[in-house]
C-alpha cells in the first residue's frame, strides 16, 4: 500500500510540474523586455548591413561576430515562446537560416550576397514580428521605412525624364511626400526611450542635428518644387533619403568595432 501510494505522489508532482511547465510557454510575452532584445540585435545588426553594402570584409566578419550571439540569445530565449502569434516560429526559422548564410557569405568575400539575400531579409523578418505584436513605435524600423519612401520617391524622378511628362510623375509623388512628413514629425515627436535603445548623448544629440538636416531638406524640396527648376527638384528629391540613413545608423553600435567602449 506505501508503494502505491508513493507512486501516486510521484505522478501527480510530475503531472503538477508538467502542467506549471506548459502554461510558463503560454504566457504573454513581456512586450518591454522583447524589445530590449530585439533593440540589441540591431545593436549589432545595423553595422553588418551597413559594412556589407559598403564592401568591407573583415570589419564585416567583425561585425558578424557581435550579431551572432546576440541572434543565438534571442532565439534560445523567444523559440517556441509566442503561440499566440501563428508566424513566430516561422520567422525564428528564417532568422536562423539567414544569419547561417550570412556568416558563410561574408566568410567568402561575397558581401553583396550577404547584404541582399540574408541581412535585410533577417531585418525584415523581425520588423514583421514587431508589426504582427503591437509593439509601438520602434525608431529604427520608422526611420528604415522612410529611407525606403523617400528613396522610391527620388528614383521616380531620376534620369532623363522628358519635361511634358515630368509634371504628371512629379504629381504622382505629392501624396507620398506628405506621408513621410507626417510620419517624420510622428518621429520627432515620440519621446526617444533610452533604457531601450543605450544611444550615448553625443550620438542623441547627432540624431537631432540629422532631424534639423532633414527639416532643411524637405524646405528644400518644397522651394525647388515652386522654383519649377527639374534639375533643382530632382537633387532635393535626391538629398532627402541620405538623412535618414544617418538617423538609422544612430542605432547600431560601431564604437565597439573601433575598439571604444
Avoid at 524589445?35 to 567583425?62: H, V
Avoid at 508589426?131 to 524600423?141: E, K
Wanted: with cysteine; charged share 25%; hydrophobic share 35%.
Amino acid at each position: 500500500m506505501r508503494h502505491f501510494i508513493f507512486f501516486i505522489t510521484i505522478l501527480i508532482s510530475t503531472l503538477s510540474f508538467s502542467s506549471c511547465k506548459e502554461k510558463s510557454t503560454d504566457r504573454p510575452l513581456d512586450k518591454k523586455e522583447l524589445l530590449k532584445n530585439m533593440a540589441a540585435i540591431d545593436k549589432a545588426l545595423i553595422p553588418a548591413l551597413y559594412l556589407t553594402s559598403i564592401n568591407k570584409q573583415f570589419s564585416s566578419l567583425e561585425a558578424l561576430s557581435k550579431l551572432k550571439p546576440q541572434i543565438n540569445h534571442f532565439i534560445q530565449k523567444y523559440e517556441n515562446k509566442n503561440p499566440s502569434d501563428q508566424y513566430w516560429n516561422r520567422d525564428i526559422d528564417n532568422i536562423k537560416a539567414h544569419i547561417k548564410y550570412a556568416d558563410e557569405h561574408v566568410k567568402s568575400n561575397h558581401l553583396k550576397q550577404a547584404n541582399i539575400q540574408d541581412l535585410d531579409p533577417l531585418s525584415e523578418s523581425l520588423i514583421k514580428m514587431r508589426n504582427r505584436n503591437s509593439l509601438g513605435l520602434y525608431y529604427p524600423d520608422a526611420l528604415k521605412s522612410l529611407h525606403s519612401m523617400a528613396q522610391s520617391m527620388a528614383s521616380s524622378l531620376n534620369g532623363n525624364i522628358p519635361e511634358d511628362a515630368f509634371q504628371t510623375v512629379l504629381q504622382s509623388t505629392q501624396n507620398m511626400l506628405k506621408l513621410i512628413k507626417q510620419n517624420f514629425e510622428q518621429i520627432k515627436a515620440a519621446k526617444l526611450d533610452n533604457t531601450l535603445y543605450q544611444i550615448p548623448q553625443k550620438k542623441r544629440q547627432y540624431l537631432q542635428q540629422v532631424f534639423e538636416q532633414a527639416e532643411k531638406a524637405f524646405v528644400e524640396i518644397d522651394s525647388s518644387i515652386t522654383s519649377g527648376d527639374k534639375a533643382r527638384i530632382q537633387n532635393a528629391y535626391r538629398e532627402l533619403p541620405k538623412h535618414f540613413v544617418e538617423a538609422y545608423l544612430v542605432f547600431g553600435d560601431f564604437e565597439s568595432l573601433q575598439g571604444k567602449k
